[in-house]
């Protein structure tokens, strides 16, 4: 496997009134193409500030971040917001879906804004729901389907754009358990494919699935998770 990204002493701090508060306190990680990782730590352990730093929906205040072999702190944020669109999908607790629009429309979403004409929109959004086992439910609205099927309906979106990376934040937190272990054996699929995942988590069970586990606690990052 070659080498996804590279972090060294990754430190985020934020201004809190009259105090600065560190959030993470000198990350390094290595991620290689192909991984499943991860990341477990509880409610304020830093775990979130974490993935939004990887996925460049944030910046660190210091330290080196180098995804796949460019240096994050030396691109614009035009630059970083097309790395965004085009290699990072986000997978998120709440799904996160249009309201008042179908299975279809919500995964073309992402197509829409990269400039995809309006028939391979289409004919990507089915493939991508037949992919995750929504044959079936491609006109269906997010308040007719079930929360197993509108994470899916999420995943779906969350690939279509054939990203390098997945990003998933707490996948499985608002389903029940035989929903959130079909969403898991889903990830290991797209795992296989070749897909590079990164789960964030509070859930030991969860994080186990991963081929790889990193514990993030107060801001510091203990590797190997037990």
Not at 25 to 35: C, F, N, V
Not at 60 to 81: M, N
Not at 84 to 104: C, D, K, T, W, Y
Request: glycine share 8%.
């Amino acid at each position: 496997m070659s080498e996804f990204f590279r972090m060294r002493d990754i430190v985020k701090q934020y201004q809190m009134g009259d105090e600065l508060q560190t959030v993470l306190k000198g990350i390094s990680l290595d991620i290689q193409s192909g991984e499943f990782i991860s990341i477990l730590g509880p409610s304020g352990s830093g775990k979130s500030t974490l993935m939004n730093i990887i996925g460049c929906l944030d910046v660190p205040t210091s330290g080196e971040y180098i995804l796949r072999g460019r240096a994050i702190a030396d691109l614009s944020p035009k630059q970083l917001a097309e790395i965004r669109s085009r290699e990072v999908g986000f997978i998120f607790q709440s799904f996160q879906l249009l309201p008042r629009v179908n299975a279809m429309r919500n995964v073309e979403l992402p197509l829409v804004y990269a400039g995809v004409p309006a028939r391979e929109r289409s004919k990507r959004a089915e493939a991508m729901l037949e992919r995750v086992g929504l044959e079936d439910k491609l006109y269906h609205y997010p308040n007719q389907l079930s929360g197993g099927q509108q994470q899916r309906v999420a995943i779906a979106r969350a690939i279509v754009t054939q990203p390098t990376l997945l990003l998933a934040d707490e996948p499985t937190g608002a389903l029940d358990q035989a929903n959130g272990k079909a969403v898991l054996g889903l990830f290991k699929e797209l795992n296989e494919e070749g897909h590079t995942i990164i789960m964030i988590t509070h859930d030991l069970n969860n994080a186990r699935q991963a081929s790889r586990v990193v514990n993030i606690l107060d801001g510091l990052l203990l590797e190997e998770a037990v």
